[in-house]
T-cell receptor, first 111, second 118 residues
Framework: LAKTTQPISMDSYEGQEVNITCSHNNIATNDYITWYQQFPSQGPRFIIQGYKTKVTNEVASLFIPADRKSSTLSLPRVSLSDTAVYYCLVAPSGSARQLTFGSGTQLTVLP | ETGVTQTPRHLVMGMTNKKSLKCEQHLGHNAMYWYKQSAKKPLELMFVYSLEERVENNSVPSRFSPECPNSSHLFLHLHTLQPEDSALYLC?????????????????FGQGTRLTVV
């Protein structure tokens, strides 16, 4: 299971774009990268998933360089309600361990 | 509302009690999970069920006993717990364990049960 490293915390201001980078140096060929968001006392919520290059949905974008040893979650124009913990997960599709969470990044959006 | 419902939302129990946590999903998913989240710690994957069969058990103490009677319901039976077992217990489900690069692997979580052992 590829180990992931994320910053413990980040601060931002409302309206700014936030980029959270995750390192996964030993990612395997069949691993996918998935990001979840968790608010206090709630279960995590799926944000986005990708394998390579760029993926975009209505919530965020995910940038994955060619070597796939890192990924960057980009949140456009954050608001106070985006304050949460963001988790980067890396594991092969089809594996029960694909949903193993690390420590995550506490994002605090300031007014 | 994620389609995954957990009851109760809060539970206080003594160390000699026996209680059960219930999880129900209305999404037609085949895989269900139990997680434990202690204060200031990452989520810990406890059990995984796929098509009602346990496929993973991450060295969880026997005082936690899961049960999956059908693909829509998952229970966690608790007995003789310790104060350090106090945590948020989260249930999740996914379509299956994931076989392709798409949203098959997306997991939907319940609101959790806040357990306090006294």
């Amino acid at each position: 299971l590829a180990k992931t490293t994320q910053p413990i915390s980040m601060d931002s201001y409302e309206g700014q774009e936030v980029n959270i980078t995750c390192s996964h140096n030993n990612i395997a060929t069949n691993d996918y990268i998935t990001w979840y968001q968790q608010f206090p006392s709630q279960g995590p919520r799926f944000i986005i998933q990708g394998y390579k290059t760029k993926v975009t949905n209505e919530v965020a974008s995910l940038f994955i360089p060619a070597d796939r040893k890192s990924s960057t979650l980009s949140l456009p124009r954050v608001s106070l309600s985006d304050t949460a913990v963001y988790y980067c997960l890396v594991a092969p599709s089809g594996s029960a361990r694909q949903l193993t969470f690390g420590s995550g990044t506490q994002l605090t959006v300031l007014p | 509302e994620t389609g995954v419902t957990q009851t109760p939302r809060h539970l206080v129990m003594g160390m000699t009690n026996k209680k059960s946590l219930k999880c129900e999903q209305h999404l037609g998913h085949n895989a269900m999970y139990w997680y434990k989240q202690s204060a200031k710690k990452p989520l810990e994957l406890m059990f995984v069920y796929s098509l009602e069969e346990r496929v993973e058990n991450n060295s969880v103490p026997s005082r936690f006993s899961p049960e999956c009677p059908n693909s829509s319901h998952l229970f966690l039976h608790l007995h003789t717990l310790q104060p350090e077992d106090s945590a948020l217990y989260l249930c999740a489900s996914s379509q299956d364990l994931g076989r392709a690069l798409n949203r098959d692997t997306e997991a939907f979580f319940g609101q959790g049960t806040r357990l306090t052992v006294v």
